[in-house]
Structures are given as C-alpha cells and as structure tokens.
C-alpha cells in the first residue's frame, strides 16, 4: 500500500508541472462541488485521481462531491473501506470536503450506512447545496421501485429551488459499448425530469466520460472512469453525443452560480478533457 500511495503521489507531483487552467468562474457564493464514478478499486488510477483532485481544489475550493456508484468493488471490510475510500481521498476528507454516495451494481446495499458517504442509511434521498439554490437528487437505479418513483415525482415537485440536478449509476443516454443507454429506466425517469424541471444528470457505469447534446432540454453526463476505465468503448453518435474521452481516469468539476452550471472534466495526468456552461431550463412540460 505505502508504494501505491507514493506512485500516485509522485504522478500527481509530475503532472502538477502543467496545471490545468480553470474555465470556471470563481463567483463569489455559488455552488461548487465534484462528480467521480465507478472509483472503488484501491489500485494506483483510483490514488492518482484522488491527487489531482486535491491540488485542484486549492484553486477551486469546493466542499462536496458526488460519488455516481461502484463506489467499493469487491469485499468492504473496514480495512476496504479506508484503502478503497479513505486513504485515495484523505486529503479531502481532511479538509471537510462532503462525500453524497449513490449505490452502483457492485456495491452492498449496505454501504448507505456508511457515515463518511453520507446517505443517512437511504437507497434514495435528497439534500441541498450550501450555496446559491441547488437541490440534488441521488437515486437508486439498482432497482427503481413504484415507491421511488413516486417519492421522485413528489420530492421534484415540491422542491423549489432553482437548479434541480439528479445523479444515479446506471445512464439512460450512453454509448458505452460496455452498456450503452438504459432504456427502460429512461422510459421511467425521464418523463419526471422533463416534467419537473431537472436540469442536469449525472451517471455512471460505463468506464468513460460523456457529454450529450441537450434531450428535451435536459444535459446528461456519463462520469464512470475515475477509478476504472475503459479505453475505445465509447461510440460518439452525431446529433446526440456533444463530448466524450475515453483515453484516460478523469473526474468534473462543477460551479453552479445563478443560472448558468459551469463544467469542466479533468484527467487524471491534469489535462482538460471537456468544459462549458450550461444554461438552466425555463420552460418545462405538463406534469405526467
């Protein structure tokens, strides 16, 4: 483990040499935060990810992240958990920055009731940014029960705040040879996020990055490679697909100030793969 830990070290101390430059805005009270997928391995991309995203925060302070699943492959004894977990992002942990898990298909349902991912033993749950007016949604699309759903239509329907931002593991746009879209579950959820003003989502699963052309005006990402990857699984398909990387561990960053979400995805040697500003939705359709 101590050798790990130094190779991931002396990596990110190489790729410190060229800084990425940041394409994000640093406005004063806004929301920032991280999104990592499919990390839980313990093996040197997982350390190496977890660096890079440290030296980035001195530059971008952000205080939360969002983990989209996979979270812990393999056994999750404690000692699992602190090489799995702990040790890849003990600089964060130490600095208080918040992790909000959601449950992949490789995790145990019982993780929920691990502290440090801060899902307060819930399969779903929903919380807010400390800044600006943010409410994120994490789910469970291991098994998108009639009473999530209904808890999801309610809860998107009573929220009020400005941005609305959903995360889960498996992606219902992906062109992941691995896994591709979930079609069935966007037949389910896509209906309530149109309806209730979802602005931005986030998933997993496949081992790459992806960024799609706005669907019903609603911008979803595939963030699963920041501790497993899979190189050339990514089909980018015309008219759809606006962004996608599959060359290398990344993880995205995010600041969400007004009504603009500002993104930028960073590799794991420190280079940007992908960035932009997103403009939040205004016109929203019947409810279902």
């Not at 990596?11 to 499919?38: K, M, N, Y």
Request: aromatic share 12%; charged share 20%.
């Amino acid at each position: 483990m101590r050798r790990l830990v130094l190779a991931a070290v002396l990596f990110a101390v190489a790729a410190h040499a060229d800084e990425p430059q940041l394409t994000l805005p640093l406005v004063d009270g806004s929301c920032r935060f991280a999104v990592i997928g499919d990390t839980g391995t313990g093996d040197a991309a997982q350390y190496r990810v977890g660096a890079e995203m440290a030296e980035v925060r001195r530059r971008f302070p952000f205080g939360l992240v969002l983990m989209l699943g996979d979270n812990i492959y393999g056994r999750d004894t404690a000692a699992d958990m602190k090489r799995k977990f702990e040790e890849p992002y003990k600089p964060l942990l130490d600095a208080g920055v918040v992790f909000h898990a959601s449950l992949g298909n490789h995790d145990d349902p019982s993780q929920r009731f691990y502290a440090l991912f801060n899902m307060g033993g819930e399969r779903y749950y929903t919380y807010t940014c400390p800044h600006d007016s943010v409410r994120f949604f994490a789910l469970d699309s291991n098994y998108m029960t009639p009473d999530q759903v209904d808890w999801l239509g309610k809860s998107l329907r009573a929220a009020t705040e400005r941005w609305k931002i959903c995360y889960f593991h498996h992606p219902i746009y992906s062109t992941g040879k691995t896994h591709g879209s979930d079609v069935e579950l966007r037949k389910t959820l896509e209906p309530l996020f149109v309806a209730y003003g979802v602005d931005v989502v986030f998933s997993g699963h496949d081992h790459v990055y992806e960024r799609f052309a706005p669907q019903k005006g609603i911008t979803y990402f595939v963030s699963g490679s920041a501790g497993k990857l899979r190189t050339d699984d990514a089909l980018p398909q015309p008219g759809l697909t606006a962004k996608t990387f599959d060359g290398a561990h990344h993880f995205v960053l995010v600041e969400v100030a007004g009504d603009g979400l500002s993104f930028q995805a960073i590799s794991e040697a420190g280079t940007t793969v992908d960035s932009g500003t997103i403009p939040r939705r205004t016109t929203l359709a019947p409810p279902p």
